[in-house]
């Protein structure tokens, strides 16, 4: 929700002086949405080690609360790359940080739990 309302501030203040500028021989045009990438890469890391720890547990509430601890370590970590992207989007006024910014918004929406996914049906 926080994602929606930020993008949303972004869009208002950034529409009238934002463009997108690609500029290839400065830094922040790949370190930016490296970091952000970064944050993606190291929330598949807590995922996919919880879920070795999961496999690991006999007792069903502890796997409940494994669930839910890398569930919600994985949603901070793509908030905190969008929150950047979106953060240099304003201070550069430069949408080219917003493209990454959506992208990875669609990708924190794809994340959220699914039953089937649980279960092991798709």
């Known amino acids: 929700m926080i994602q929606l309302v930020l993008t949303s501030v972004v869009l208002y ?9 690609l500029l290839p021989f400065e830094g922040n045009t ?3 949405p490296g970091i952000a990438f970064v944050l993606v890469l190291l929330g598949r890391y807590v995922w996919n080690n919880g879920m070795k720890e999961i496999n690991g547990s006999d007792n069903l509430l502890e796997k409940l609360e494994i669930l839910t601890k890398i569930h919600i370590w994985r949603w901070v970590l793509v908030q905190l790359g969008t929150l950047i992207l979106l953060t240099y989007t304003l201070v550069d006024s430069n949408f080219y940080y917003f493209i990454f910014a959506l992208v990875n918004i669609v990708y924190f929406f794809t ?6 996914g649980l279960i092991g049906e798709t």
């Open 30 to 32: 790949y370190a930016i």
């Open 13 to 21: 203040v950034g529409s009238e002086s934002a463009e997108i500028l």
């Open 111 to 116: 994340l959220r739990p699914k039953i089937f």
